[in-house]
């Protein structure tokens, strides 16, 4: 296949391209800096400059490509009102730009990285692709709502004809993963983790390369118009942070700040700026955290896609090369 990527550099992306090429696919990467893609370039991906600004400079690339993985977007929580519009645009402009490039291209495949946050909070209960949110309710922070907006244009295109299919991953770890959770979780298994916070978010955690291999699954065999979930087992953080600890042969911390204290502190974090630790925003990681569940079932995908995520403790442990 020939198939273009956006966020070719990304955690989840980069690991879907190095699958791509060891299947012998070609790889078209979009990506912001060309000159800095040594890794893509090193794999034979034509690399092609590109912020996803403009529908028009996206089509051209795309031309006489198989399909379209759309995988570029922002994931932060806890950002400040400045850094709305950012996001906005990289969550829900690209995906309109990039979507509209794609059917402009004729592309016969798209395959749209959504995120199982679109859900919202599931309140402790493991729901699947058929769930739908009231977005009445608010929601938790801005990645949230970019995200779940971008959803609803995904769905907008298959119902207008586009032959989108989309990937929902849960929480993605293993080695290379920077994100606040994958720091805690390689700080538990080193010993390095100083205290404990809102450890009672519940996740669906997800191994890169697994996840690779269902996004290939369902570039391949995925039906055009469905959703698809690709995650793990429905644990709390601190279950995780547990495991990760143990594997390292380490304890965790024994500080663990009060859930209350950091609801009577978020609404003085902006003062602080983001020093002492204390995130610019700590009413939206609070927001976004405290008692949550983030839960959803890959059942859909097991039985269509051949989805077999491995446990979270074998995961870890091949992230952190234990045992």
Known sequence: ???????????????????????????????????????????????VGTDLSSTVELTGPMAGCDAV????????????????????????GATTRVIAAARAAGIPRILYLSTV?????????VVDETFRRDPKGGFLSWYDETKYRAHLIAEAQIAGGAP??????????????HSAVGQQLAGAFHGRLAYLALTDVGLCFVHVDDMAAGLLAALDRGRLGESYVFDGEPVRLIDAL???????GHR??????????????????GALGGRLGVPANLAEV??????????????????????????LEAGLSDTFGAG
Not at 69 to 92: F, K, T, W
Not at 252 to 269: D, F, H
Not at 286 to 311: I, M, N, Q
Request: hydrophobic content about 45%; glycine content about 12%.
């Open 252 to 269: 965790l911390p024994a500080l663990s700040v009060p859930t209350r204290l950091l609801g009577l502190m978020a609404p003085l974090s």
């Open 117 to 125: 946050n679109v859900f919202g909070n599931t309140h402790g209960e």
């Open 242 to 248: 547990r495991i990760a600890a143990r594997l390292g």
């Open 1 to 47: 296949m020939r198939v273009f990527v956006t966020g070719g550099a990304g955690f989840i992306s980069s690991t879907v391209v190095r699958e791509l090429r060891a299947r012998g696919d070609e790889v078209s990467a979009a990506v912001r800096q060309p000159d800095r893609a040594h890794a893509l370039r090193d794999l034979g991906c034509r690399l």
């Open 164 to 177: 989108v299919v989309i990937a929902m991953p849960g929480q993605v770890y293993g080695p290379g993963d």
């Open 286 to 311: 609070f927001s976004a955290a405290d008692g949550v569940t983030y839960w959803a079932s890959h059942a859909k995908a097991s039985r269509e896609l051949g989805f077999a995520p491995r446990p």
């Open 69 to 92: 993985i759309h995988a570029a977007g922002s994931y932060r929580v806890g950002i400040l009102d400045r850094d709305r519009p950012a996001m906005a645009d990289s969550n829900v």
